[in-house]
């Protein structure tokens, strides 16, 4: 994935080790130290960054897992940390202080006083941005932060308030902030019934029930469909499955002072990875030039085949 990402023309690509210290902390996921320094070596040979997620927040008495995972990125030459526990932060920030460290969606740092909190204390280069906000409100944001900012362009709708979300932790006492991992897969369990449909489950929980010829999704709390006593039909009672795809708003956010667009691209395909920010290539470089860049179709790479400008056009869906 990371080389198809760099072969797609990728500015840069982050990734994260295999363990605890990153939000997408997944079995058979992710980078074991020798493989992200080779991945370092092969995106640098091509101009392209590497930047390790540390964006999980670490637990009393396991501290020690996010320091060795500082000094083994620093050692694999990686370009930036991506941060969201204070402690990771000033670790970083005292140890590791030539390293330049950008702040995660994890953080949830939506306002110009907590993000010039981070820069001053723990001197943040970037921060990203939640996925809650207009491209009116990210401009005048930009005037106010003393770093870069970096919004989402493709990927997870994201409703939840990052780094704050405790559903799977209710559901089966693993914590998507400090373990991170959402809906781990060895809590997830499929059941066809009698008519050949399917029930997906985490835990002891019920999350969605399909039909024979419905695709089953993933197992995630906040979307799955629900009955209540006075409510009989199943519903999303969080949010339907659907991506953002802020394509045909790139000129307006570059526009706001955007300095770097981010393609969720972490638990998807090597195709997911060249096609998406192939396409986000070819838009950017044609807008660049003055140009209007040619509509590519992204609708099969999303989830649900649904996409949605989210919040960044209006804030009604509130």
């Known amino acids: 994935m990371l080389r198809a990402a760099v072969e797609a023309g990728a500015d840069a690509v982050y990734c994260g080790f295999q363990n605890a210290t990153n939000a997408r902390n997944f079995a058979g996921l992710n980078f ?13 040979t091509r101009g392209t960054k590497v930047l390790l997620a540390l964006n ?11 320091k060795h995972a500082a000094e083994c990125g620093a050692d694999c030459g990686v370009d930036a940390f991506i941060v969201a526990d204070i402690g990771v932060a000033s670790h970083l920030a005292n140890q590791l202080p030539q390293q330049r460290l950008h702040l995660s969606v994890q953080a949830a740092a939506s306002n110009p006083e907590a993000i010039n909190f981070y820069c001053r204390e723990f001197g943040i280069a970037r921060a990203v941005l939640p996925r809650l906000l207009t491209i009116t409100e990210i401009r005048n944001l930009k005037n106010e932060v003393d770093c870069e900012i970096e919004t989402f362009v493709f990927g997870n709708h994201g409703l939840m308030v990052e780094g ?8 089966v006492g693993v914590s998507t902030n400090m373990d991170g991992a959402c809906s781990p897969a060895s809590h997830v369990r499929y ?4 008519t050949g449909g399917m029930t997906a489950n985490l835990g002891d929980h019920v999350i969605d029930c ?42 307006e956010l570059i526009g706001a002072g955007v300095d770097a667009f981010k393609i969720e691209g972490r638990q998807r395909s090597r195709t997911y990875a060249g096609q998406v920010v192939g396409a986000f290539r070819k838009a950017i470089d ?33």
């Not at 089953?216 to 409510?231: D, F, H, L, Q, S």
Request: glycine fraction near 8%; charge should be negative; proline fraction near 8%.
């Open 32 to 44: 074991t130290p020798k493989e992200l320094q080779d991945g370092v070596a092969y995106a640098h």
């Open 56 to 66: 999980s927040f670490a637990s009393e008495g396991r501290f020690e897992l996010w």
């Open 210 to 251: 399909f039909a024979p010829c419905d695709q089953a999704g993933y197992p995630t709390i906040c979307k799955g469909r629900y009955r209540t006593p006075v409510r009989e039909e199943p519903y999303y009672a969080f949010e339907e499955p659907v991506s953002i795809n802020l394509m045909d708003m790139l000129p």
């Open 286 to 318: 044609a807008i660049l030039a003055g140009q209007s860049p040619n509509p590519i179709d992204l609708i099969g790479l999303t989830e649900g085949h649904k996409q949605t400008q989210g919040a960044f056009l209006t804030k009604k869906w509130r």
């Open 164 to 171: 704050r979300c405790s559903l799977t932790n209710y559901a």
């Open 191 to 194: 059941e066809r019934d009698a």
